[in-house]
């Protein structure tokens, strides 16, 4: 069983910058892909971000396309978020997940397994 950890969520001004990493215990396999999805109070769940951490296949959803990055440092099981010019629509609890393979699901039931979230708060 994978574990992961997220960290970097905190209060933020709107306009302002995050940083996001979730660390992996291990792969899940020799391909493997890691993905950021985010969840609002009383809102499901929602595709943020994914990346290969095999290949350079990035994927976004179009409400962070040009302001979110996504990166990955394979040797360290590490994923990152980088959050740019963040609106109050940002705040949520963001999720760290990892499945088997390359395909960068948009939706929950295609990652295996989850991290228990770090909580980003912005304020107008």
């Known amino acids: 069983q994978v574990q992961l950890v997220e960290s970097g969520g905190r209060s933020v001004q709107a306009g302002a910058s995050l940083r996001l990493s979730c660390s992996a215990s291990?792969?899940?396999?020799?391909?493997?892909?890691m993905a950021w999805f985010r969840q609002a109070p009383g809102k499901e769940r929602d595709f943020v971000a994914a990346v290969s951490m095999t290949n350079d296949n990035a994927r976004y959803a179009d409400s962070v396309k040009g302001r979110f990055t996504i990166s990955r440092d394979g040797a360290k099981n590490t994923v990152y978020l980088q959050m740019t010019d963040l609106r109050p629509e940002d705040t949520a609890v963001y999720l760290c997940a990892t499945t088997r393979g390359e395909v960068l699901f948009t939706t929950t039931a295609g990652w295996a397994s989850w991290g228990h979230g770090t909580q980003v708060t912005v304020s107008s």
């Open positions: 291990k792969r899940l396999s020799s391909t493997y892909s």
